[in-house]
C-alpha cells in the first residue's frame, strides 16, 4: 500500500509541478505559488473531515515547518522550471531533495551504505553534466501557442540563464528535502493534520513575500492553470504523507523523488524541449543517482 500512493504522488506531483512551471513562464513565481496554495486548501477541506486523528501541537508544528519548506521550495521550482529546460531543472532538484534525507539521518545517527554514496558522486556528475549550456537546447510550443510559454523555436536558456535555472532547482532541492524531512518527523498517528500545519505557514510565508513584489494580476488562463496545479499539488502531499505513516521513508523516498520523470516527459511532449547529448546523460544520471542515494 504505501508503495503505491509513493507511486500516486510521484505521479500526481509531476502533472502539478509542469503546470506551475507552465504557467510560471508568463505569470510571477511568487503569484503561482499563492494561488497553488489556496487551490490546495479545497482539497484540505474535503480530506481533513476524513480522518479520525486527534489534532496534536507537534502535528501542526512539525506541519508547519514542512510547509516553510514546501512553499519556498515550490517558488524556487517554479522560478527553475520557468527559466531553465524542464528536463535537466526537475532532475537537479528531485536530487538534492533527495540527498537531504540522507544528510540529516547521517546528522541523526544513521549510517548509510555504500549506494548512497555511490548516488552522491553520481549525483555530482549529473549536476554538472546537466547545467552545461548546449546551444542545440530548443523549444517548439507551435501546437500549444496559446500557453504563451515562448515563441515557436524560441531557444531554451542557455549560459547564465541556465545556471541560475540549475541553482534556483537546487534551492528547491534543499526545501523540498525540508519538507519531505519534517513529514517524516511528525507523530504517526497524526492523520493529516501536519498538512494543516503546513498549508498555513506556507500562505503566511508566500504572502509576506508577495506583498513586498506586488506583482502583476495574472490573467484568467494563468489562474486556472495555477489552481490546478496547485489541486493536484495537495492530492500529493497527502498521498506522500499517508505514505510514509505506512511504510519506511527510504521506499517512499524512492518512488516519490521520481516525480521529475513526468515533467520531463510532459515537456518534451507538450513544449517539444530538446536536450544535448551531454545533458541528456546528466538527466539519466540525475535519476538514477536519486534511486541510489534513497537505496
Do not use: K
Amino acid at each position: 500500500m504505501a508503495a503505491l500512493l509513493a507511486l500516486g504522488a510521484a505521479a500526481t506531483w509531476g502533472v502539478g509541478d509542469f503546470l506551475g512551471g507552465l504557467v510560471s513562464r508568463r505569470t510571477d513565481e511568487f503569484v503561482v505559488t499563492l494561488l497553488s496554495q489556496l487551490a490546495g486548501l479545497v482539497v484540505l477541506a474535503v480530506l481533513l473531515p476524513l480522518g479520525s486523528a486527534p489534532v496534536t501541537a507537534a502535528a501542526l508544528a512539525w506541519g508547519a515547518l514542512a510547509g516553510i519548506g514546501g512553499a519556498g521550495g515550490l517558488v524556487a521550482y517554479f522560478r527553475a522550471l520557468a527559466i531553465g529546460p524542464m528536463g535537466v531543472t526537475a532532475p537537479v532538484a528531485a536530487l538534492v531533495g533527495a540527498a537531504v534525507p540522507v544528510v540529516a539521518g547521517v546528522a541523526l545517527g544513521e549510517r548509510p551504505g555504500a549506494v548512497a554514496w555511490v548516488g552522491v558522486v553520481v549525483g555530482l556528475a549529473a549536476t554538472a553534466l546537466a547545467s552545461r549550456p548546449a546551444e542545440e537546447v530548443v523549444v517548439h510550443p507551435e501546437e500549444h501557442a496559446e500557453l504563451a510559454v515562448a515563441p515557436p523555436g524560441t531557444p531554451a536558456p542557455a549560459g547564465a540563464d541556465l545556471r541560475r535555472g540549475i541553482a534556483a532547482a537546487a534551492v528547491a532541492g534543499l526545501l523540498f528535502g525540508l519538507f519531505f524531512v519534517a513529514l517524516d518527523r511528525a507523530p504517526v498517528d497524526g492523520g493529516l493534520w501536519p498538512l494543516l500545519g503546513a498549508r498555513g505557514a506556507g500562505l503566511l510565508l508566500v504572502g509576506l513575500l508577495l506583498a513586498a513584489r506586488r506583482p502583476p494580476r495574472p490573467d484568467r488562463r494563468a489562474t486556472g492553470t495555477a489552481l490546478a496545479s496547485g489541486l493536484l499539488d495537495m492530492c500529493a502531499n497527502a498521498l506522500f504523507l499517508l505514505a510514509v505513516q505506512r511504510g519506511s521513508l527510504v521506499l517512499t523516498g524512492v518512488l516519490t523523488s521520481l516525480y521529475p520523470v513526468g515533467v520531463v516527459l510532459l515537456a518534451r511532449a507538450v513544449l517539444g524541449e530538446r536536450l544535448g547529448r551531454v545533458q541528456l546523460v546528466g538527466v539519466a544520471l540525475a535519476l538514477v543517482a536519486v534511486v541510489l542515494i534513497a537505496l
